[in-house]
């Protein structure tokens, strides 16, 4: 008599797909990271999310004193449907480095996304992190020298 205990070979696919179906839903269903606004990625979380929101008088509050500030705090285009997600961040207590990776809907007629990064250096002016150089979304700038 011959003990067949294995599993049927059409199983093995379909175990696969539910795990590949699962993993999929837990990622569609997870919370973008929130950090902490008085750290340097915190202040450009908040910046960024002020321009999707259109609250641009909120965004250009967290722009540093001097160095490269906007002409206007009106963008130079609309804030588009966008994903953030951090890249690295790096610097003291005095300056820092912020990269994320951006990710937008393409204005090409035909769609699709386009993903870049961008780099915000920050400077901490009066207790809090400001952003002194801002390069999203395509402001002009008028840079004054950088020391």
């Known amino acids: 008599m011959v003990d067949d205990r294995r599993m049927p070979s059409w199983l093995w696919p379909v175990i696969g797909l539910i795990a590949v179906v699962t993993l999929v839903l837990i990622g569609l269903n997870r919370e973008p990271a929130e950090f902490d606004p008085n750290t340097p990625e915190g202040t450009v979380q908040v910046y960024i999310g002020a321009l999707v929101d259109g609250d641009f008088e909120t965004a250009a509050s967290y722009w540093a004193d001097e160095g490269c500030t906007p002409i206007s705090n009106i963008p130079t285009r609309g804030a588009p449907q ?3 997600s951090l890249v690295s961040v790096d610097g003291n207590d005095v300056q820092a480095n912020v990269v994320v990776r ?3 809907n393409s204005e090409d007629p035909l769609g699709g996304l386009v993903e870049y990064q961008e ?3 920050l400077t ?3 207790g809090s992190w400001k952003v002194r ?3 999203w979304p395509y402001y002009d700038l008028a840079c ?3 020391t």
């Open 82 to 84: 966008v994903s953030v």
């Open 102 to 104: 951006i990710t937008e």
């Open 119 to 121: 780099w915000f250096t």
């Open 124 to 126: 901490h002016q009066d």
């Open 133 to 135: 150089q801002p390069s």
């Open 144 to 146: 004054e020298e950088q």
